[in-house]
């Protein structure tokens, strides 16, 4: 098994689960948050999807799917075209509230071109730097395992609270 096998394995993972995550939920049930401060799974799925379509299309080069897959529209939030979750408030995680449909087909447009630039990537790829603004410089390895940890960890918030909305 090659690195890019490795990546592309653990990415799967997420794939296999975001459509079951979202399977019969209506968007009362995708915004439901267990405490006000607490993420929902239309935010936990929205933000993963946005991390990693920003990121794969900085790297391999392309447009991010968000805007001009016509997604930013379709979803219709209340930020601009730019945000992708990090540092949101609580307020602003509530504001997110989207039909399973929308966070499944928005992933499943951003999945291929994530796992076709995973799919590239050899050894020598992943020792070169991406972010020298960092001691030790982060290099692309390093942040493709911390945008598929990233996104492992959400989709596991997310069937978490699908376990407790099923259970309510």
């Not at 079951?20 to 935010?43: E, H, K, T, Y």
């Not at 075209?81 to 966070?103: C, F, I, K, M, S």
């Not at 291929?112 to 995973?118: A, D, I, K, Q, R």
Request: overall charge negative.
């Amino acid at each position: 098994m090659d690195v890019g096998e490795v990546y592309l394995e653990a990415l799967g993972r997420v794939t296999e689960q975001v459509p079951q995550i979202v399977d019969g939920l209506g968007i009362d049930d995708l915004a439901w948050r267990p405490d006000p401060g607490a993420n929902s799974i239309a935010w936990l799925l929205w933000h993963l999807t946005r991390v990693a379509d920003e990121y794969s299309a900085v790297y391999a080069g392309t447009e991010a799917r968000w805007v001009a897959g016509g997604w930013y529209d379709r979803f219709g939030l209340p930020f601009g075209p730019e945000a992708h979750g990090y540092g949101q408030t609580a307020e602003e995680v509530a504001q997110v509230r989207v039909a399973g449909d929308l966070l499944a087909g928005y992933y499943a447009e951003v999945e291929p071109v994530l796992t076709g630039y995973l799919g590239t990537l050899g050894p020598a790829a992943l020792d070169e730097v991406v972010d020298a603004d960092y001691d030790p410089p982060v290099t692309l390895g390093v942040r493709m395992v911390s945008i598929v940890d990233d996104m492992v960890q959400h989709v596991a918030q997310a069937a978490y609270l699908r376990g407790i909305l099923d259970r309510r």
